[in-house]
């Protein structure tokens, strides 16, 4: 979501070393020397993007150890659209349950059009729901996810979260609701379609607030979303072997991930971003498979204050630091 007027946001940065955290069952067996100072320069490079708001969370499991790594993991963060990744995961608990179906067809048209993804903005009619999750994670599609969060409920996707102990990740009402908080309206409201093409226009609805904020926002620390990918995509948080399956093929469909995967590696994950006035994110969050060998379960996000000339610098830098870091443990 794009937006740019006055709002000056995330003004301070805090310089911190980079920390490194290893616990083993065996033997260093997850690479060689060399790969790993590869990974510690690409990690202390990344972190220099934007310091003190770069953070970086990681865990690499071979078959007889595990290895942890951060840096300003607990730090939370703005992660944009990466939230997206537990609406579906309680849609699909949903189906498994049988409260939902994924082939019930769902309706699109004015009430739900949001802007960001552009996929199904002017559609209307009706479209399968295993559609709607698919447009929502592969084009991060904010039309599809309220169609998504409507189905489940933004609270129950919350007691998801909370149960999980995932005490600083934040997701909105839905993201026509977060773009209407953001431009002025009260918490909750949402200014609807004619509204959001309003605000495109320019137009505000009250006092422009900060995308950090403790109301509605896309919030998160590397951490937990690192931590979210080590346990969903472990088999833990659904029975079915078949809903794990499905969750897997809808995840690895994010645009994102091809940035960030060795040719011919598997990825799942969800990646995140956004452009309000003078704030920027970007995050990308999953897991790397090498199959017999190791996964790694990743998050890589960075924020900033910047004008719109900094994005393309700081994406190029996120891509090829975080990138070189998943390369480095393949």
């Known amino acids: 979501m794009k937006r ?104 699109v048209g004015p009430a739900v059009w949001s802007p960001g993804g552009d996929v199904l903005v002017d559609v209307q009619g009706t479209i399968p729901a295993r559609n709607v999750l698919e447009m929502m994670i592969a084009h991060s599609d904010n039309t599809s996810t309220d169609m998504a969060i409507k189905q489940v409920g933004p609270a129950r996707v919350r007691e998801l979260i909370k149960k999980l102990g995932l005490h600083h990740t934040q997701i909105p009402d839905s993201t026509r609701v977060l773009f209407s908080y953001l431009n002025g309206a009260p918490s909750g409201k949402d200014l609807g379609w004619d509204g959001m093409q309003a605000m495109e226009k320019g137009e505000s609805f009250g006092p422009i607030r900060d995308p950090i904020n403790p109301d509605q926002t896309m919030m998160s620390t590397a951490e937990e979303m690192r931590a979210w990918y080590d346990y969903v995509l472990s088999g833990k948080l659904f029975k079915d072997e078949s809903t794990l399956k499905e969750f897997k093929r809808i995840s690895a469909m994010a645009n994102a991930i091809p940035s960030l995967m060795p040719d011919g590696i598997m990825g799942y994950g969800k990646g995140g971003s956004i452009v309000w006035n003078d704030f920027n994110c970007f995050t990308i969050a999953g897991q790397m498979v090498i199959p017999g060998t190791r996964t790694v379960n990743f998050c890589f996000i960075t924020n900033w204050s910047g004008a719109e000339s900094t994005i393309t610098p700081t994406f190029a830098q996120f891509v090829k630091y975080s990138s070189e870091m998943i390369y480095s443990l393949a």
């Open 4 to 107: 740019r007027s006055a709002l000056k946001v995330l003004a301070g940065s805090l310089s911190a070393p980079v920390v490194l955290h290893a616990t083993t069952a065996k033997a260093h067996t997850t690479s060689n020397p060399k790969n790993n100072d590869k990974f510690r320069q690409a990690l202390e490079s990344f972190a220099q993007i934007n310091p003190g708001q770069s953070s970086v969370s990681l865990t690499v499991h071979d078959p007889d150890s595990t290895y942890r790594f951060d840096h300003l993991g607990t730090k939370p963060l703005f992660v944009g659209s990466a939230v997206k990744t537990y609406i579906l995961g309680q849609y699909l608990l949903d189906v498994e349950t049988g409260k939902l179906d994924e082939n019930e067809r769902l309706q």
